[in-house]
């Protein structure tokens, strides 16, 4: 398996843009998570789904932020309109259901750059 | 919910040396504690985890420990080499729906110079 696949790996965008980052997870795994990391607040866990369905979208930080799953193979988040402060790496992420513990594989990342 | 507490956020360590990060957590429930390692630039990754049923997990060079009376727990990297050089986040997990969601620590930089 190619592991999770995000895209695009880098993007510079104009303040008030909207910006959309795009996730495969892996074949199979039941649960997909959007992270934001900033050295200011670490590793943040924005929302996850299990099986398409949006479980907690807690850490979403405002209506700007929006997240999909339409399939299994497929997530997107979309920052409208996008604002410096969103400056950060997304990471999207999967895992599998069941066991005692799983484990969490993380994408390369989406490096954003609002200015 | 939970919290994660990580210290010390950096470590500089001589190659050779030991390093040990700490964590504590809020939730009792919480029984699986995961430790993953970014390099710079790259994805978060797995290196070792420790569920709630044991104390203590040994993988070569790395070791798990954890209190769960005091609701802590630690990574310990002993004869330390410069390509240990990375950001180590510790979690909490607990069981949800199937699976497990981890809270993450703020991360330890580590840095071993040769």
């Known amino acids: 398996d190619a592991g999770v696949i995000q895209s695009p790996r880098h993007e510079v965008t104009e303040m008030g843009q909207e910006v959309t980052l795009r996730c495969k997870p892996i074949s199979g795994h039941d649960y997909l998570f959007w992270y934001r990391q900033t050295m200011m607040r670490g590793l943040e866990l924005l929302i996850y789904f299990n099986n398409n369905v949006p479980i907690d979208d807690s850490g979403m930080p405002e209506d700007r932020f929006s997240a999909k799953m339409p399939n299994a193979s497929f997530s997107t988040l979309k920052i409208q309109p996008s604002e410096p402060r969103d400056s950060a790496v997304y990471f999207c992420a999967s895992a599998g259901a069941g066991a005692y513990g799983n484990t969490i594989y993380f994408g390369e990342g989406s490096w954003l750059t609002v200015v | 919910g939970e919290n994660v507490e990580q210290h010390p956020s950096t470590l500089s360590v001589q190659e050779g040396d030991s390093a040990v990060i700490k964590c504590t957590y809020s939730d009792s429930a919480s029984n699986y504690f995961p430790w993953y390692k970014q390099e710079l630039g790259k994805r978060p990754q797995l290196i070792i985890d420790?569920?709630?049923?044991?104390g203590e997990k040994k993988d070569q060079r790395i070791a798990v420990t954890l209190n769960k009376t005091a609701k802590h727990f630690s990574l310990h990297i002993t004869e330390t080499q410069p390509e240990d050089s990375a950001v180590y986040f510790c979690a909490a997990s607990m069981e949800s729906g199937g699976s497990y969601i981890p809270t993450f620590g703020r991360g330890t930089s580590l840095i071993v110079h040769p």
């Open positions: 420790i569920r709630s049923n044991v």
